[in-house]
């Protein structure tokens, strides 16, 4: 049956979270405060890089765009999840929700494929140590970082054209914010084909990047197994731990959303992961980045110490 036949859905009703009570005024009041410390930490990251000279090197200026693309796709979802928090079942206008669907989508390929650059610049520091910062020059780290903001954005065309074309006989999405699954439940015609293409486009950029970022670290276990001392080998894994927990968060939750069997995201449950990717990876990513990092550590003193002296 053709589109024109159907009634064009103007408006979309985000079910959200519906606690009540006691719990509601918890419920946003954690959100709230982990929203305000994910914008503060990511924040000072990228101030701390800009600020230390210590800290210009690729591997925190990847770093510190990184932390730039968590505040904005941190901002992305929590207010419309604050929203259906503090009011319940909160409309959204149809142009906004598609619009937020996009950008969301960009934002996270785009982080998709920074954390594949991220996991060549360890191994070429690891890898191929002499040649390093011929290889990774300031202006390869500009043209690594705008590719991958490209490539996210252009992507995410695919998936977010598609479902801003469909028609839409109900508007109530079971989510906090507009996402694929929960949009394409409301369409008035079969979205199989839809799903498909969906997941060819998410699961093959996503897989390629991990696929990518496995076999590098695999050519950095086998490059630091040849370090002669045990310190040389604790040290230059450790520089690879924290990007190793970031992918580990990011990669699982969203192939468990996106690719993962229908089951897992029945029930309301593929809200709750979501949360794992769109909310609490942004917030402990300056935190896994800066904990037990003494760089990082010495940076804030330095910078703590040339504040002083100015106030002084």
Not at 156 to 168: D, E, H, I, N, R
Not at 227 to 246: G, M, Y
Request: aromatic share 12%.
């Amino acid at each position: 049956m053709d589109h024109v036949n159907y009634t064009w859905t103007q408006t979309f009703i985000l079910a959200g979270f519906t606690p009540t009570g006691t719990l509601q005024h918890l419920a946003i009041f954690g959100t709230l405060c982990i929203y305000l410390l994910t914008l503060a930490g990511n924040l000072f990251i990228i101030i701390l890089v800009q600020a230390d000279s210590g800290l210009s090197t690729p591997m925190y200026f990847f770093i510190s765009v990184l932390s730039f693309l968590e505040l904005w796709y941190v901002s992305t979802t929590v207010p419309t999840l604050l929203h259906t928090l503090l009011h319940g079942h909160s409309p959204i206008p149809s142009a906004a929700c598609f619009f937020q669907l996009y950008v969301f989508h960009s934002l996270g390929m785009t982080e998709c494929y920074l954390l594949g650059v991220m996991a060549l610049d360890r191994y070429l520091a690891i890898c191929r140590p002499l040649h390093y910062h011929a290889l990774m020059s300031r202006q390869v780290q500009l043209r690594l970082v705008g590719v991958t903001w490209v490539a996210g954005f252009s992507a995410a065309l695919v998936p977010a054209s598609l479902t801003a074309t469909l028609p839409y006989c109900l508007e109530e999405v079971a989510h906090y914010f507009c996402d694929l699954a929960p949009l394409m439940q409301l369409a008035c015609v079969d979205t199989s084909w839809h799903a498909q293409v969906y997941i060819v486009v998410i699961g093959v950029i996503n897989t390629c990047n991990l696929v990518l970022i496995l076999t590098l670290y695999g050519g950095i276990v086998k490059s630091v197994l040849k370090l002669p001392s045990a310190a040389s080998r604790a040290k230059a894994f450790s520089t690879c731990s924290s990007h190793i927990t970031v992918v580990t968060l990011f990669f699982g939750s969203a192939f468990i959303v996106y690719v993962g069997p229908p089951d897992i995201r029945a029930e309301g449950r593929g809200k709750l992961i979501a949360l794992v990717y769109t909310f609490l990876t942004p917030f402990l990513n300056p935190i896994i980045y800066t904990l037990r990092n003494k760089e990082v550590k010495e940076a804030v003193k330095r910078v703590s110490q040339r504040v002083k002296a100015l106030l002084n």
